[in-house]
């Protein structure tokens, strides 16, 4: 099947006369026959529900059809993209064990990792995603364990070169992680680029519509976890808290890994998606394939605009010529990129501030990647307690402005940005 196919149809097929949505099985638990029926599920010897912590069949099936699109083995929901980010993470790694992490990352998964998992015994490293190959083969040590990126960075807007990180994590016998929520599986596949493990936070395009927190994570099957069974004895050696089972053996490349985080990390942490939620990212995957071409449309027709006007001193959106990413963009992204452009108004913090107050169809919002033009001034919201050097330091400009460009008519986001200005 092609993407828009896969949108609409993949991870469920009814069968003779049931329901041609995918039904909200809101039940926290399952019924069984006998003893035995039961024991085996909870060996991993038969498949089937149980309790819904572990597995869940609307959530199997949002997560199939995910999985279908990025060209994956196997996947799982997640409570939000901060749960995927973790457990990905947490899957293939401990106390002691380290990581390389491109540092053009979303801001809570920063904080993920560099604080939270920090206090869990885990070392990073955060690598400039241009530094040399020379640099980042330098960042790697016998503990490594993974290599972490965005294909599209927020806010920063950076497109990873998948390729390159891929081969650097591969030739030191590691998986690359890619969260993937900018770009979506409709204008990237990482794993065909070499990425091993895809995560997302649904909440965004996926979803579409500001409905439902989540996130999920979808394993390629591609990495061979017994060629460095050394490094990752979690998947190749027997798992005593599962009746000694050893997951890359028993479930094979392309199960064990989303196995493991099933059985091991759902079971124990439960940050489950609700079914509920589940149904509300399957409507959002539904026109996914129509929304992105949209969304990528009208946020070039906005960066050319303000890319024109005399009151915007700079625009940063990886479609736009002359980008420094357009190129890169083009080859792992030849259908469009994403909706979010980053720009500068001039006159600094209280010239972005005059103008964000202006706005009346792009609301005003922490969130970004929806069917809403939504803005964001970073200097007067999320960093607000940062003076003009402390933002310079973390890579935002007083005058940074976010706009998530929505499906609204392109002529109205235009209008409205075009008034706002003039006040300023
Ligand atoms: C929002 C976001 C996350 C976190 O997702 P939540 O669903 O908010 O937990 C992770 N990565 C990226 C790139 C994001 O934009």
Redesign the pocket.
Known sequence: MEKETKCIQAGYIPANGEPRMIPIIQSTTFKYDTSEDMGKLFDLEASGYFYTRLQNPTNDCVAAKICALEGGSAAMLT???????FFAVFNICGAGDHVIASSA??G??YNLFNVTMRRMGIDFTFVDPECSDDELNAAFKPNTKAVFG?T???PALTVLDIERFAEAAHSHGVPLII?N??ATPVNCRPIEWGADIV??????YMDGHDAS???CIVDSGKFDWFAHADKFPGLTTPDESYHGITYAEKFGLEGAYITKATAQLMRDLGAIQSPQNAFYVNLGLESLHVRMPRHCENALKVSEFLEAHEKIAWVNYPGLKGNRYYERAKKYMPDGTCGVVSFGVRGGRGAAEKFMSGLKVAMIATH??DAHTCVLHPASATHRQMNDEELMAAGVSPDLVRLSVGIENVNDIIADLKQALELV
Do not use: L, R
């Open positions: 409570s939000s993209g901060q749960a995927a980010s990352i979303y809570g998964t965005e599209i960075a927020n969260d929520t900018f995560t997302h936070s649904t909440t965004k927190v989540g996130g970004v990647a």
